[in-house]
């Protein structure tokens, strides 16, 4: 893993996104507002956008989202048309699962499954036949992140210090199927510096540290692409909002 650390915050607390997902649920049912695009529709559509070109439709794909809130990316990956029975969304929050499924059924979607899991310590459930056959974990052929990543960075650090990304790689490569692919969007700030120091309230992942954290012998993991964002520049140096790497499973 790389060597940047971030101090343990709320924001990776499983607490403070009940009580997030729980006020959404709450609105939702209220006056129907779905709650936020985390990172912003811009990044949806690029995306998406990705996803059609590696990973299309007519392929019908299996794909799961690790840390699916309220289930925006996968309701448009539905309007691209990909096949909602193979299409699953994963969160530790019951909450987040519960506002999904309501948003699901809504919409119209509700063949896509929404389930609770916290995928540090269990397994995502079987969405066909083909997998409950086959009884490999190994068997999606995409795994998406919006922000998940991110997040876990900030969570309470374990007896030997280390925060829950350190388990995320190996765990998050185990379900790839062999030629799969396995697309990350974090905050970034691609500097050849980072500006700030990281603080308890955000995390930064330059392109190079994703690559170092995921690219190792044991995930099996190679890098495959990257979806280009506008560039800002501040105090000299050029930049961009967000980070989105994709990375394809060793097929040997």
């Not at 997902?21 to 049912?29: M, V």
């Not at 979806?227 to 000299?236: A, H, R, V």
Request: one cysteine or more.
């Amino acid at each position: 893993m790389n060597g940047t650390e971030f101090e343990s915050s709320k924001l990776g607390s499983k607490e403070h996104w009940d009580s997030v997902y729980a006020r959404e649920l709450a609105s939702f049912q209220e006056i129907g507002d779905e709650g936020e695009i985390w990172f912003g529709q811009e990044s949806i559509d690029k995306i998406v956008q990705w996803a059609s070109q590696y990973v299309p439709p007519c392929d019908h794909p299996t794909i799961l989202e690790l840390g699916s809130g309220n289930g925006t990316l996968l309701f448009f990956l539905v309007e691209e048309d990909y096949s909602p029975k193979r299409l699953c969304g994963i969160d530790y929050s019951s909450a987040a699962v519960e506002l999904a499924r309501s948003i699901a059924h809504q919409r119209g979607a509700q063949d896509i499954l929404f389930h609770t899991c916290d995928f540090l310590l269990q397994d995502p459930p079987f969405i066909s036949e083909e997998q409950e056959r086959s009884g490999r974990m190994d068997n999606w052929d995409l795994l998406l992140d919006k922000g998940t990543y991110d997040a876990m960075a900030l969570g309470e650090k374990d007896a030997l210090g280390r925060s829950p990304v350190f388990l995320y790689p190996s765990r998050a490569a185990r379900l790839i199927k062999p030629g799969g692919f396995f697309l990350i969007t974090c905050e970034a700030l691609s500097f050849n510096q980072k500006l700030q120091t990281p603080t308890s309230t955000a995390c930064n992942f330059t392109e190079e540290e994703l690559k170092t954290n995921f690219v190792t012998q044991e995930s099996g993991l190679v890098y495959h692409s990257s979806i280009k964002y506008p560039t800002f520049t501040f105090g000299g140096h050029s930049g961009t909002k967000y980070a989105s790497l994709a990375f394809q499973k060793a097929t040997q």
